[in-house]
């Protein structure tokens, strides 16, 4: 009988160094098609039959190969509150009304989802947003069934609910006004200013205890959050969200995630500190994780923007996943493991304590939930 062996450190370390290899001989797209982008190739989904490779073929282009536009794909959706049972994050019920993100963050751990419809987690990603047109409508059929049992709903856990898309499409503020009508509670996590449009329908929620609002924010230097977040707010329109927000009443937090070794930890207690003198009242942080495809897209960003820190960077991600470039396993996928993860788990929580975020922020209620009456398809006979 043959017995399975884990590879050893050493192994592991050795597999990594050829992909650092095979890295640096990737051909990243050219800048120009590629402003305002956070992922630097466009490889085929893992899905696909066939592979897409650009090549020089010996003659000259007549002209330049145009930019990557955004391409909005609509889309019903069947249902639209998705659950989980994940033990590592903190609820079970949530929303996402568009699929892409736009926003352009290379380390999103949303990007391999994309592979499902056919598209690269690459470019496409953030180029082809798929807009769930009967979101509103769907949420309020589902809420209406008797047999819905009312939990709190989270939106921005796989993409951006307050994406660029959402200033045309208003599907997030559509989902908020049948929040407040059916008096529903919701969770939100974004990093866009956008928010704020919705502080009316925010202030309304919040003053009958059904909503909170965690802001992410991932670097104070304008410089590198535009790198790292191409089409995301800047962090001083972040923390101006975070002030409106808690001036009107509603509950925020701040999300210093993901936190990134040697690219944006150091800035770890600056963040909060920023954030907690806007009135956030509470925080968390996430490690960097590189599932799936994500790994590669990173990379790439990584030689692109500082190529003098990828083995280092990647060394260090290495070091907290037990040498590897990810580990899924539940209860440190969020967190990792050894020394470089704990001292930043423990500068996370001095520095919550330091400027009094280490409040735990108050349960939404699920009693006043009133379910929404639908126009009934049998007509009167009178």
């Not at 995630?257 to 942080?285: F, V, Y």
């Not at 960003?301 to 580990?327: A, E, I, M, N």
Request: charged share 30%; hydrophobic share 40%.
């Amino acid at each position: 009988m043959a017995f399975y062996q884990a590879p050893s450190f050493e192994a592991l370390e050795q597999l990594s160094r050829s992909r650092d290899a095979d890295l640096a001989r990737r051909e990243l797209l050219d800048t120009d098609r590629i402003r305002g982008r956070g992922a630097q190739s466009n490889h085929s989904g893992r899905f696909e039959k066939q592979t897409r490779e650009s090549f020089d073929d010996g003659w000259d282009n007549v002209e330049p190969l145009s930019i990557f536009e955004t391409i909005e794909h609509n889309e019903r959706a069947k249902t639209i509150i998705t659950s989980n049972d994940s033990p590592d994050i903190g609820f079970e019920r949530s929303i996402n009304a568009y699929r892409g993100c736009e926003h352009g963050c290379s380390y999103c751990y949303a990007r391999p989802t994309h592979a499902f419809l056919g598209h690269s987690a690459g470019i496409e990603f953030e180029r082809d947003i798929y807009v769930k047109t009967n979101a509103v409508e769907a949420l309020r059929s589902e809420l209406a069934a008797k047999s819905y049992k009312v939990k709190p709903v989270a939106m921005g856990t796989n993409t951006d609910p307050y994406q660029p898309a959402e200033r045309k499409h208003r599907l997030t503020r559509g989902i908020l006004e049948v929040m407040l009508q059916t008096r529903h509670p919701v969770m939100i996590t974004t990093k866009s200013a956008l928010i704020i449009r919705d502080l009316d329908l925010l202030t309304e929620l919040a003053r009958l205890g059904l909503v909170k609002v965690a802001i992410s924010i991932t670097s104070m230097d304008h410089k590198l959050s535009r790198r790292m977040e191409p089409r995301a707010s800047s962090p001083a329109r972040r923390l101006e969200a975070i002030r409106l927000l808690s001036e009107a009443g509603v509950p925020v937090a701040v999300f210093a995630s993901p936190m990134i070794p040697a690219i944006n930890d150091m800035e770890l207690e600056r963040i909060l500190d920023a954030a907690a003198a806007q009135g956030a009242t509470s925080a968390q942080m996430i490690l960097l994780r590189l599932p799936g495809e994500v790994r590669d897209v990173f990379r790439e960003w990584l030689l692109r923007h500082f190529p003098d820190r990828v083995r280092h960077v990647l060394s260090l991600v290495r070091d907290t996943r037990g040498g590897k470039d990810y580990d899924s396993r539940f209860g440190t996928r969020m967190t990792g493991e050894g020394p470089y993860a704990t001292l930043l788990r423990q500068r996370f929580d001095k520095a919550r304590v330091r400027y009094a975020l280490d409040g735990k922020m108050a349960g939404l209620r699920n009693d006043l939930f009133e379910a929404p009456k639908l126009a009934s398809a049998q007509m009167s006979l009178f």
